[in-house]
């Protein structure tokens, strides 16, 4: 049972342009919410985060939105660079109790210049 | 500060052979995480270590254990390999001083079964 679901193995844009990435969760009691990147041969490394409490957050170019009622989060990339192209993971966890992440199945961002 | 990190790179096994892979956290850390990434799947929480004990375990068969050391390192083995367990393992640690334990991965080891 996939908890966390990224629905679009990969997605392509042109640079300059917004990117979006997806990602579904299933389990209402998640309450903290992450994006990873991940590049060839390394491993993922954080990007953003946000928390339950919140339905938006920002960090220069990147931004986080969070539909409770939808369940559903979205990573928003203005504008997008070669740079960027990688592997992003959603993840979903709880902030007391078990700590341990819920990832999706990431999908791959190609930044086309 | 260094980073995590993980040995060895790469690894080729046969079916029914043993495998151990090492983890040492970013010093300070305390918290060391193991995840499965199998072709196609995102990452798969198998287990997670805090001050020396197993605090929690994913949806993984008894084949694969580990354990963390006094200086916070730790192992996972999986014993009796089958193929499906060719995958990247990714090692992780956190601090539990973190706001929400943000986690720090290593670049993994690469384990090919045959």
């Known amino acids: 049972d996939q908890q966390v679901k990224q629905n679009s193995p990969s997605l392509s844009v042109q640079e300059g342009r917004i990117s979006i990435l997806n990602c579904d969760y299933t389990?209402?009691?998640?309450?903290?919410f992450l994006w990873y990147k991940k590049y060839p041969a390394e491993g993922p490394t954080f990007l953003i985060s946000?928390?339950?409490?919140?339905d938006k957050n920002e960090d220069g170019r990147f931004t986080v939105f969070l539909n409770k009622s939808a369940k559903h989060l979205s990573l928003h990339i203005v504008p997008s660079q070669p740079g960027d192209s990688a592997v992003y993971f959603c993840?979903?966890?709880?902030?007391?109790?078990?700590?341990?992440?819920?990832f999706g199945t990431g999908t791959r961002l190609k930044v086309l210049a | 500060e260094a980073g995590v990190t993980q040995s060895p790179t790469h690894l080729i096994k046969t079916r029914g052979q043993q495998v151990t892979l090492r983890c040492s956290p970013i010093?300070?850390?305390?918290?060391v995480y193991w995840y499965q990434q199998a072709l196609g799947l995102g990452l798969q929480f198998l287990l997670w270590y805090d001050e020396g004990e197993e605090r929690n375990r994913g949806n993984f068969p008894p084949r694969f254990s580990g354990r963390q050391f006094p200086n916070y390192s730790s192992e996972l083995n999986v014993n009796a390999l089958e193929l499906e367990d060719s995958a990247l393992y990714l090692c992780?640690?956190?601090?539990?001083?973190?706001?929400?334990?943000?986690?720090?991965f290593g670049p993994g080891t690469r384990l090919t079964v045959l």
């Open positions: 389990n209402s009691m998640f309450d903290y």
């Open positions: 010093s300070g850390h305390t918290s």
């Open positions: 992780a640690s956190s601090s539990q001083g973190l706001p929400y334990n943000e986690q720090f």
């Open positions: 946000i928390s339950s409490i919140k």
């Open positions: 993840a979903a966890s709880f902030t007391s109790g078990t700590y341990k992440y819920i």
